[in-house]
């Protein structure tokens, strides 16, 4: 079921940051592409527990990624040469953003149509990205460590909070920093106290993206 294939209408989305066009290729509706994915699974697929894990909500620009990618933009110095990790990275618009301010990126994500959509984004935008299908939650594939670990809108279930907080700081390189979009989700205050306990204070920002208020957050290791 890992290999199903959906061939989803897409859209060509734009976004201007500073002196760069950025060309994103999306699903055009994401109530469309989950009924094309319920009309290509049996109906015994449909109840795997997996089978919640090929809903395509990669596909979507959504306000949080739009909102880091923004921060991104704004604080070009915490990127230029730096390597830099994007998990459940999507259609991939901050790795791109990343990359073109001057970062090494590494754009990673789960589901297995993600690849072939941030390769066509790269293509769109005329960027080239390394890309690499990580379970970053459970898997414990050495990748390296990084200077940057990034994600935007991954805190969305109740098990998340201290899981996540492990998992992005375990891809950090010392004196790495970690940072995080967020739609003010409920488990986002869990997230934060796990950060403190793991040791790390944060830097936070408001930035409004399709009339919604995001929060950013720049975490660093207190010493």
Same mark, same amino acid.
């Given at each position: 079921?890992?290999?199903?294939?959906?061939?989803?209408?897409?859209?060509?989305?734009?976004?201007?940051?500073?002196?760069?066009?950025?060309?994103?290729?999306?699903?055009?509706?994401?109530?469309?592409?989950?009924?094309?994915?319920?009309?290509?699974?049996?109906?015994?697929?449909?109840?795997?527990?997996?089978?919640?894990?090929?809903?395509?909500?990669?596909?979507?620009?959504?306000?949080?990624?739009?909102?880091?990618?923004?921060?991104?933009?704004?604080?070009?110095?915490?990127?230029?040469?730096?390597?830099?990790?994007?998990?459940?990275?999507?259609?991939?618009?901050?790795? @791109?953003?990343?990359?073109?301010? !001057?970062?090494? /990126? +590494?754009?990673?994500?789960? #589901? =297995?149509?993600?690849?072939?959509?941030? *390769?066509?984004?790269?293509?769109?935008?005329?960027?080239?990205?390394?890309?690499?299908?990580?379970?970053?939650?459970?898997?414990?594939?050495?990748?390296? @460590?990084?200077?940057?670990?990034? !994600?935007?809108? /991954? +805190?969305?279930?109740?098990? #998340? =909070?201290?899981?996540?907080?492990?998992? *992005?700081?375990?891809?950090?390189?010392?004196?790495?920093?970690?940072?995080?979009?967020?739609?003010?989700?409920?488990?986002?205050?869990?997230?934060?106290?796990?950060?403190?306990?793991?040791?790390?204070?944060?830097?936070?920002?408001?930035?409004?993206?399709?009339?919604?208020?995001?929060?950013?957050?720049?975490?660093?290791?207190?010493?």
């Amino acid at each position: 079921m890992s290999q199903l294939k959906v061939n989803y209408k897409t859209i060509i989305q734009q976004r201007q940051l500073g002196d760069k066009l950025y060309v994103l290729e999306a699903i055009r509706s994401l109530d469309e592409a989950i009924d094309q994915v319920c009309e290509v699974l049996t109906d015994e697929e449909q109840k795997d527990p997996f089978a919640e894990d090929l809903c395509p909500y990669f596909g979507i620009l959504w306000p949080a990624s739009e909102a880091l990618s923004i921060y991104l933009d704004q604080h070009s110095g915490l990127i230029k040469n730096k390597s830099i990790l994007e998990l459940g990275c999507g259609l991939g618009y901050p790795s @791109l953003v990343a990359t073109h301010l !001057g970062g090494k /990126v +590494l754009a990673t994500d789960f #589901h =297995p149509d993600v690849e072939e959509y941030f *390769l066509r984004n790269c293509l769109h935008s005329s960027l080239a990205c390394e890309y690499l299908r990580l379970n970053w939650r459970e898997n414990q594939q050495d990748i390296g @460590l990084f200077d940057i670990v990034m !994600g935007s809108d /991954v +805190l969305y279930e109740s098990k #998340h =909070p201290c899981e996540v907080a492990k998992g *992005l700081i375990r891809f950090l390189k010392p004196g790495g920093k970690i940072v995080l979009c967020d739609p003010g989700r409920n488990y986002l205050q869990p997230f934060l106290e796990a950060m403190k306990i793991e040791g790390y204070s944060e830097q936070s920002e408001f930035i409004t993206v399709q009339d919604k208020d995001l929060f950013v957050f720049l975490f660093a290791k207190d010493y």
